[in-house]
């Protein structure tokens, strides 16, 4: 499922494109907002799954033409690491903001108003394609360290623990550690599916588990590691790898 935030402070606007959005495709959720406090709001409320694309009113206030609330929350949205790559689209009558945004935002198209139900159908046609792109690329997470990002691809990640002031992860072939990130901060920006939170301060990857013994509370990991369970994590751990 792909689904998209539309910020658009019309009503009528608003109701008109999510309803020509959805009629694309049965794989395309909207999640339709109004205003600049709504939209922080789902982006909180909705974090998981994250948004594949965001289309985006630049102008939020009709009675101010030199607003810019759509920027205000493009440049908050491109500031959460999970959303450094996700494509923004703005929605604008205002060509001079073109270049602007695409500079400072790295926006992937503009929907210029007044805009048609073809139109739509195009831009979301391309968002599909895009969005089924990254599912089948392999999953990664970008951290930084020292002041640079790095990307760290999901497969090659045994296990996350915490340290003093951060984290470290244990990869295939080093270990990394990462300042100023704790286990709670990580944990949503993993796939749930394949990363199982152990103990508070233990993340493990399930494709590199060795061997569970429940009853003396230890994971034993195929790199030779061996991780302490949380009595609190029993349960939901049993439940999860079915023991």
């Known amino acids: 499922m792909t689904k998209i935030l539309i910020l658009e402070d019309s009503k009528d606007c608003l109701d008109a494109i999510t309803v020509m959005v959805e009629k694309v495709s049965d794989c395309v959720c909207a999640v339709p907002v109004n205003s600049l406090e709504e939209a922080r709001a789902a982006l909180d409320r909705e974090a998981q799954p994250p948004f594949q694309a965001f289309l985006l009113d630049i102008n939020l206030n009709m009675d101010d033409k030199d607003d ?3 920027i205000l929350f493009a440049r908050e949205v491109r500031m959460r690491k999970e959303y450094a790559f996700t494509p923004i689209v703005m929605i604008t009558s205002l060509a001079n903001m073109e270049l602007t945004a695409y500079r400072e ?12 139900e073809e139109d739509i159908r195009k831009l979301v046609g391309k968002l599909l394609f895009l969005s089924r792109q990254g599912e089948s690329r392999d999953a990664s997470v970008i951290v930084k360290k020292d002041g640079v990002n790095y990307k760290l691809f999901c497969k090659d990640i045994v296990c996350v623990r915490a340290v003093p002031r951060g984290v470290e992860f244990v990869l295939l072939k080093e270990e990394m550690k990462v300042l100023y990130l704790s286990i709670k901060q990580l944990l949503p920006r993993l796939p749930a599916e394949q990363f199982l939170q152990v103990h508070r301060m233990c993340v493990v990857n399930q494709d590199y588990i060795d061997y569970v013994d429940i009853v003396n509370g230890l994971i034993c990991m195929k790199n030779g590691d ?3 369970i949380g009595i609190t994590y029993k349960s939901h751990i049993r439940q999860r790898l079915q023991l």
């Open 68 to 70: 810019l609330s759509g």
């Open 105 to 116: 935002l790295h926006c992937y198209q503009f929907l210029v108003k007044p805009y048609n």
């Open 226 to 228: 061996q991780v302490e």
